[in-house]
């Protein structure tokens, strides 16, 4: 499922693959702007707090392309770009997950569960409101989540 990591900062993996215990963003990032440079500063404050890298979780394609192609728009940043501009923004690690039809098809807490929490070891995820996780599930439900 996950297709790529790019790293800023040298954060090593234990022996099942994950990275050290830190703060997760998760989104499309398309275009890396200044809402995103305010959600970056939020993480790496959350990732301080943690002592734990600042990780941020993105999407190729974009899911718009798979659920409603009719509606979806060309993307404004390539993948390896976005990557790069989410490093340079100060993300210790980007991480990319292959949309797929069975990602999108998890619910809210299945996403948490089996992407996230085994990816990152992430105890919590905090999400706004209008954000969803998934076209199911409203991600309002995982405001915080886990423990």
Do not use: W, Y
């Not at 989104?27 to 702007?33: L, R």
């Amino acid at each position: 499922m996950i297709t790529a990591c790019h790293r800023n900062a040298e954060l090593g993996r234990d022996a099942a693959g994950h990275v050290p215990r830190g703060a997760v963003a998760i989104g499309n990032f398309d275009g890396v702007h200044c809402g995103h440079a305010a959600l970056l500063a939020e993480l790496r404050e959350q990732a301080r707090q943690v002592n734990g890298p600042a990780v941020v979780v993105t999407f190729d394609p974009h899911p718009l392309k798979l659920l409603r192609p009719e509606q979806f728009l060309p993307v404004l940043t390539l993948t390896a770009d976005r990557a790069q501009l989410l490093e340079e923004g100060g993300a210790d690690q980007v991480v990319i997950l292959q949309t797929t039809e069975s990602l999108l098809q998890l619910t809210a807490a299945a996403f948490f569960e089996q992407v996230i929490r085994q990816a990152t070891r992430s105890p919590c995820l905090t999400v706004v409101p209008e954000s969803k996780l998934t076209p199911s599930t409203n991600g309002a439900g995982l405001r915080v989540a886990g423990g």
